[in-house]
């Protein structure tokens, strides 16, 4: 296992379209964690899985957003009737009981 | 609410010179605070993780210190080099898992050859 990877890179979407995007962790790791990421800021938390539970939501995540971690495994991101401010980086990272945190190399979401 | 600053916002020190990027957060309970480093366009790789209860870690050139009851972190690059180049961003874990890290907004780092 070389880390935590992420699927697609890149995504160009219209307006309107539905999203999904892939995440898998470290295979050990039972904590799982969703960001997203704009120009010039820091990455902002979005939503956190202890194994397959999700435990927390931030109040960025709106109806349109929504995640699964179905058997504690891998996790999805999904973004309904996408809209031109949801264009960012979206960061997957998975770390062990709260210890050190790695993240993937993101997915660059294009919403034109 | 939890608020992480970085100074400065941007940084450019010729090659060879040893730096110190600051990280301030405003509430003291937390679990961890870890550094990270972000090239252009790609994810984070973690730099150094410290623990609540520890002063300081290294890492080759790297070394993180931490004095939590005044809300302050610094990350010390020594000897740095044109490959350190890229921007540093520093999280606060407040433990339990919930809301996950809280960012800086980063200091970009050049180093010039």
């Given amino acids: ?112 | 609410k939890q608020e992480v600053t970085q100074i400065p916002a941007a940084l450019s020190v010729p090659e060879g010179e040893n730096l110190v990027l600051n990280c301030s957060f405003t509430d003291s309970a937390i679990y961890n605070l870890q550094w990270f480093r972000q090239d252009p366009g790609k994810g984070l790789t973690s730099l150094l993780l410290i623990q609540s209860s520890q002063r300081e870690q290294t890492s080759g050139r790297l070394n993180a210190s931490l004095d939590k009851s005044s809300g302050r972190s610094t990350l010390y690059i020594a000897a740095s080099q044109p490959g350190d180049s890229a921007t540093y961003l520093c999280a606060v874990d407040p433990g339990g898992g919930a809301d996950g890290l809280t960012f800086g907004k980063g200091t970009h780092l050049i180093i010039q050859p």
């Fill in chain 1, 1 to 112: 296992d070389t880390g935590v990877s992420q699927d697609p890179r890149h995504k160009i979407t219209k307006r309107g379209q539905n999203v999904t995007f892939r995440c898998d962790p470290i295979s050990e790791h039972n904590r799982l964690y969703w960001y997203r990421q704009t120009l010039g800021q820091g990455p902002e938390f979005l939503t956190y899985f202890q194994n397959e539970a999700q435990l927390e939501k931030s109040r960025l995540l709106s109806d349109r957003f929504s995640a699964e971690r179905p058997k504690g495994s891998f996790s999805t991101l999904e973004i309904q009737r996408t809209e031109q401010g949801d264009s960012a980086m979206y960061l997957c990272a998975s770390s062990l009981l709260g210890n050190e945190a790695f993240f993937g190399q993101g997915t660059r979401l294009t919403v034109v």
